[in-house]
DNA sequence: TAGATTGTTAATCGATTAACAATC
DNA sequence: TAGATTGTTAATCGATTAACAATC
C-alpha cells in the first residue's frame, strides 16, 4: 500500500480493484467536476465535492484515494486534473457508440433524448424486429433490421446496445448483442438476462425505481434519499 | 426476534425495518412472481425465485424472511400469496399518480412511454414553466403551469413528481413538487437535490449507467452484472 | 418414512465513518 | 508558524453466504 509521490505509477495507474461502491459513486463526482469547471472554479475540496454529490466527505476521500494519491494537503483537489483522472479511471477517453434495440415507445423516445450523446454516448444506429418498423427514420436516423446488428456494430464501432424492447424480446435482443460484438449492454426490460461474464450488463426497470419510493413513502418517510 | 408460527402479526406485518438492501430487491420478486403467475404457476421455490431474480437463494430467503414467514417448508412459497405480501410491504395497495415536470426532451418521452401506467404508476399530469408549452397536449394531456402545481397534485391525489427538467431547473422543480405536497420524487437530473428528509427521493441517470458500465467494460469485462 | 425446502444462524466479507497524523 | 485539508487507519456497521436444523 505504499505510495510515494509520482514516481512510478502515475501513468495508467496500478488499475486492478477499485471497490464496487466507489465505481458507481465515481459518475457522481464526475458529475459535479465537470459543473465545477464550467463556474470557472481550479480546486475543490473533499467537503465541497461531497455537499454536491450528497455524500460524506470521508466517503469521497476514500473512493479518491483508490485513484492515486491526486489530492494536495491544505489545499484540495485540482479539479481540471482530477477530472481527468476519473474520467481515466472510468475509461470515458473517448465517445463509445451506442445502437438501441426495439423501436416501441421507449426506443424512440431514447432515440429523442439528447442526454446520452451530450455525457458521450452518441446514439449511432437504431434497430427493430418488425419489418414495417425498419426504413422509418428519428431524428435522421434510419430504422434498421436487427439481423443487421453484427455489419452495422462493426461500420460504426458501436461499444454499448441499450435493450428497449418489450420484455418477451429482450433476451433474443441480448443474445443478438452478444453476438454482434457490443463490449456492454444496458438493459430497459424488467427482467433477469443470461449474458456471458465477459460482457458487463446492468438494468435500469423505470418501475422499480418508483416501488422502491412507494415503500419509503408509506413508512412515513424517515429515510430520505435511500441510495 | 422470536416469531411464532401466524399468531399476533400475520397482519399489516411487524412494519419497522427491512434492509436497505432488501427493499431495493423486493421489486426484482415482484415482477418474477408476477410473471409466474402469469404462467399459471401456483408455488415456487426460492432456488427458482432466486434464478429468475438474478440472485443467490440463500439471499431470496433472507430476504423473505423479513417480511414474514411465509413459505411452507419442503414445499415453497404460494405464488399469488406471496406477491400479495410483497406488494402490501412495497406499498403497492392502489396505483400512484405521477406528475411529470419538464416538457422537453426527456419529458415527452415519459409522457409516451406507457411503462408507468402498465406497473400501477399512471401519468395523470405534465407541467411546465414555459408558457410557450403550455396548452400542447401529449397523449390526451395537456401541458399546465407549474405554478398550477398545488392544486393539481390536490385534483388528481398525485403522489410522485418526476423530474425531467434540464439540471439547472431540477432544483426548481423539486420545492415546487415538495410544497405542492407529493409524497415521493424521482429525479432524471444529474445532480444532487435538495429534499427535506419527509419526501423520500431517488435520481436515474441514464448516463451514470453508462459510465459505470465503461469502466467494467475497459477492465475486460471480468466482472459481470455488477449489482 | 424419505425427500424437499424453508427459516435462521453464524461466519465472512465489503462498505462506511470518525478520527488523526502527515503535510501542504 | 498556524491553519487547512488530505490520505489512511481502525472501528463499526450492514450485507452476503453457506450450512443445517426444523418441518412440511
Not at 427493430?128 to 430504422?143: A, R
Not at 461500420?155 to 433476451?171: D, F, K, R, W
Not at 443474445?175 to 444496458?186: K, M, P, Y
Given at each position: 500500500?505504499?505510495?510515494?509521490?509520482?514516481?512510478?505509477?502515475?501513468?495508467?495507474?496500478?488499475?486492478?480493484?477499485?471497490?464496487?461502491?466507489?465505481?458507481?459513486?465515481?459518475?457522481?463526482y464526475h458529475?459535479?467536476l465537470?459543473?465545477l469547471g464550467?463556474?470557472?472554479?481550479?480546486t475543490v475540496?473533499?467537503?465541497?465535492l461531497?455537499?454536491?454529490?450528497?455524500?460524506?466527505?470521508?466517503?469521497?476521500?476514500?473512493?479518491l484515494?483508490?485513484l492515486g494519491?491526486y489530492g494536495?494537503?491544505?489545499?484540495g483537489y485540482d479539479i481540471d486534473f482530477l477530472t481527468k483522472q476519473v474520467s481515466?479511471?472510468?475509461?470515458?477517453?473517448?465517445?463509445?457508440?451506442?445502437?438501441?434495440?426495439?423501436?416501441?415507445?421507449?426506443?424512440?423516445?431514447?432515440?429523442?433524448?439528447?442526454?446520452?450523446?451530450?455525457?458521450?454516448?452518441?446514439?449511432?444506429?437504431?434497430?427493430?424486429?418488425?419489418?414495417?418498423?425498419?426504413?422509418?427514420?428519428?431524428?435522421?436516423?434510419?430504422?434498421?433490421?436487427?439481423?443487421?446488428?453484427?455489419?452495422?456494430?462493426?461500420?460504426?464501432?458501436?461499444?454499448?446496445?441499450?435493450?428497449?424492447?418489450?420484455?418477451?424480446?429482450?433476451?433474443?435482443?441480448?443474445?443478438?448483442?452478444?453476438?454482434?460484438?457490443?463490449?456492454?449492454?444496458?438493459?430497459?426490460?424488467?427482467?433477469?438476462?443470461?449474458?456471458?461474464?465477459?460482457?458487463?450488463?446492468?438494468?435500469?426497470?423505470?418501475?422499480?425505481?418508483?416501488?422502491?419510493?412507494?415503500?419509503?413513502?408509506?413508512?412515513?418517510?424517515?429515510?430520505?434519499?435511500?441510495?
Amino acid at each position: 500500500m505504499a505510495r510515494s509521490n509520482p514516481p512510478a505509477n502515475s501513468g495508467p495507474d496500478a488499475a486492478s480493484s477499485v471497490p464496487g461502491a466507489t465505481v458507481a459513486r465515481l459518475p457522481l463526482y464526475h458529475q459535479a467536476l465537470v459543473e465545477l469547471g464550467r463556474d470557472g472554479e481550479t480546486t475543490v475540496s473533499s467537503e465541497r465535492l461531497a455537499e454536491l454529490a450528497g455524500v460524506n466527505a470521508a466517503k469521497v476521500r476514500k473512493d479518491l484515494s483508490y485513484l492515486g494519491s491526486y489530492g494536495t494537503r491544505g489545499v484540495g483537489y485540482d479539479i481540471d486534473f482530477l477530472t481527468k483522472q476519473v474520467s481515466r479511471t472510468l475509461g470515458l477517453t473517448a465517445d463509445s457508440a451506442v445502437v438501441i434495440v426495439g423501436f416501441g415507445n421507449l426506443g424512440q423516445a431514447l432515440a429523442r433524448y439528447s442526454g446520452f450523446a451530450e455525457r458521450g454516448f452518441p446514439i449511432a444506429a437504431i434497430v427493430d424486429i418488425d419489418q414495417s418498423k425498419v426504413g422509418s427514420t428519428i431524428e435522421d436516423l434510419p430504422v434498421q433490421h436487427l439481423d443487421d446488428l453484427p455489419a452495422i456494430v462493426a461500420e460504426h464501432g458501436i461499444a454499448v446496445g441499450v435493450i428497449a424492447t418489450p420484455l418477451s424480446a429482450a433476451q433474443n435482443a441480448a443474445d443478438a448483442l452478444v453476438a454482434a460484438g457490443v463490449q456492454s449492454i444496458l438493459s430497459f426490460a424488467p427482467s433477469n438476462l443470461d449474458i456471458p461474464d465477459s460482457v458487463p450488463w446492468r438494468k435500469v426497470d423505470l418501475a422499480t425505481e418508483l416501488q422502491i419510493l412507494s415503500f419509503y413513502q408509506s413508512r412515513g418517510g424517515t429515510l430520505s434519499h435511500p441510495a
